[in-house]
């Protein structure tokens, strides 16, 4: 069908108002899920029987992993504490590398534009280049170990950390601000008696997150040779020690739930997050 | 006291003058009380007189120094003079009630020493004094975010008071209160300035607030003064060049006229 645009205005609007507007707007927005997740499925070469004809193969790698071999043990628990002293001091070092550069990136304390931006900046390319792709250049710049993953996670918690902490700056009472500003204080006293104290929670518990959220980070920067537990996991896979494998993994799995239930008792008890009124 | 000459303001993206030209005298230990209807100018004339509010033009002395053109360091000297009490009382909520009086000393203290949380004995004994004075100090500890309206408006009267101020600015401080704890803060917060001969300039919606609170009254309306006057010269007139039209007049108390 085709529609001269020139010839016939009120039969183009009366189109618009029934695809567009009126009743089918659902349809078609319905049948553009569908395109959109036809054209998303077939480049990602979506293959539900390659994956049931694989169930075999993960039935045999599965079974080929009990029980747990747990002679290693001690060198894996060993590594998990690796792990999570890098998580420890990657989230930290990034967390206190980002607090005072948010106050930069925060729109309603720096004016300066070409500041403002900068560090923007600076936040969103650290946070944009994943934690691995991190850990690649710094073991290549340092070598092997721990040391390059804390470096990798430092670099991407900096920029996630600021990118975070800038926008809770910006969400701060205007008002509460004005009424520090209005006792005489000057601006270095108005940020940290007046903005901290209404974003100090989000802040602990951004960082609480990130704590987490390296801990998982840290278990796979072994794999490109950074340290902690992953590194024990590439090895024992690519030796085909499957049972080893499951050790590590329950290793993992027991690790990250600790972190989880810590995390949540922090911010219960510490923290003590309300809810907003 | 306060001196401002031709003052002017407008907002971003608006196509009309919040102020027009104002000029007013406020003397030493007066009680001004401004009143208005929404958007008349009130609010933006306080912020403006302890620059809050950049003006456009005008000039604004307080005790004969400019805050207008002046460094931002002189204009947070002279603010430290002038205390400000808010509408919506703007404190920090989740810290505790002397955590926030303290914050009124903070001109008293060093960038160093406040970046490390540490006031003074005497910053502590004022604090404490002033919660006594408004009859909180059994709530010290307790955490802003618990108490009811009339006692945050307490807490930020307390606070205005730790600035050991000339003047205070109070923008609607009883509006989002109720009735009868609207005539005891105002009470208190005019006993208090009396006793310690504060300038006060006070924004109010009622007029028999202003009648009771004021020994001069400005009448504010599309950002100009249209009455400026002890509250017995007040005429029916006045009141209706204020608010308009006669019979909203009871939106604002008229009773006693």
Redesign the interface.
């Known amino acids: 069908m085709k529609i001269k645009k020139s010839d016939n205005p009120d039969f183009v609007a009366k189109l618009k108002r029934m695809f567009v507007e009126g009743k089918y707007k659902k349809l078609m927005i319905g049948i553009l899920i569908v395109i959109i997740y036809y054209w998303a499925l077939s480049g990602a070469k979506f293959s539900p029987s390659d994956f049931v004809k694989g169930f075999p193969f993960m039935a045999d790698f599965v079974k080929r992993m009990f029980p747990p071999d747990i002679s290693n043990l001690g060198k894996f628990l060993l590594k998990a504490v690796e792990t999570l002293q890098m998580a420890i001091v990657g989230s930290t070092l990034g967390a206190l590398i980002a607090f005072p550069l948010s106050f930069l990136a925060a729109r309603n304390i720096m004016h300066n534009k070409l500041i403002y931006h900068g560090v923007r900046t600076i936040f969103d390319t650290c946070r944009g280049i994943n934690e691995i792709v991190w850990g690649l250049i710094f073991v290549s710049m340092v070598g092997l170990g721990p040391f390059p993953g804390v470096l990798a996670l430092t670099a991407h918690v900096t920029g996630a950390l600021g990118r975070y902490f800038s926008e809770a700056i910006e969400t701060a009472?205007p008002?509460?601000i004005?009424?520090?500003?209005?006792?005489?204080?000057?601006?270095?006293?108005v940020i940290?008696?007046?903005i901290f104290?209404?974003v100090k929670?989000l802040f602990l518990n951004y960082v609480l997150y990130y704590l987490e959220n390296n801990f998982r980070a840290a278990t796979v920067l072994g794999l490109v040779g950074a340290g902690g537990i992953g590194m024990e996991l590439i090895t024992s896979m690519r030796l085909f020690r499957n049972r080893e494998v499951l050790t590590i993994l329950i290793i993992m799995v027991l690790m990250v739930t600790l972190i989880d239930r810590f995390s949540a008792y922090i911010r219960k008890n510490v923290v003590r997050i309300?809810s907003p009124? | 006291m306060i001196k401002i000459k031709n003052l002017s303001h407008m907002y971003k993206n608006r196509s009309e003058e919040a102020l027009r030209n104002i000029s007013l005298h406020v003397k030493k230990g007066e009680s001004v009380v401004i009143i208005g209807s929404s958007g008349s100018g009130k609010s933006t004339l306080l912020k403006c007189i302890n620059r809050l509010i950049e003006p456009r033009t005008g000039k604004i002395f307080i005790e004969g120094e400019d805050i207008v053109n002046c460094h931002e360091k002189k204009a947070e000297k002279i603010r430290g003079k002038v205390s400000m009490i808010f509408q919506n009382f703007n404190l920090i909520e989740r810290n505790t009630v002397i955590d926030n009086v303290l914050n009124g000393r903070l001109k008293y203290m060093s960038t160093v020493r406040t970046i490390l949380g540490r006031f003074s004995r005497e910053d502590y004994r004022v604090a404490r004094e002033n919660l006594k004075r408004v009859g909180l100090e059994e709530n010290a500890e307790d955490r802003v975010s618990s108490l009811s309206g009339g006692q945050k408006q307490r807490v930020a009267i307390a606070r205005a008071l730790s600035q050991r101020p000339d003047i205070i600015l109070a923008d609607e401080p009883v509006s989002n209160l109720d009735p009868k704890l609207m005539k005891e803060v105002m009470d208190l917060l005019k006993k208090i300035c009396d006793e310690k001969g504060i300038t006060l300039v006070t924004s109010l919606h009622f007029l028999d607030f202003a009648k009771r609170y004021g020994s001069r009254i400005i009448g504010m309306k599309n950002g100009t003064i249209v009455f400026d006057g002890k509250p017995v010269d007040l005429t029916e007139k006045d009141i209706v060049d204020i608010y308009g039209k006669t019979e909203d007049w009871y939106l604002y108390g008229k009773t006693g006229f």
């Open positions: 009472d008002e509460v004005k009424a520090i500003v209005s006792t005489g204080a000057n601006k270095i006293q940290t008696r007046g104290p209404q929670p309300e009124k």
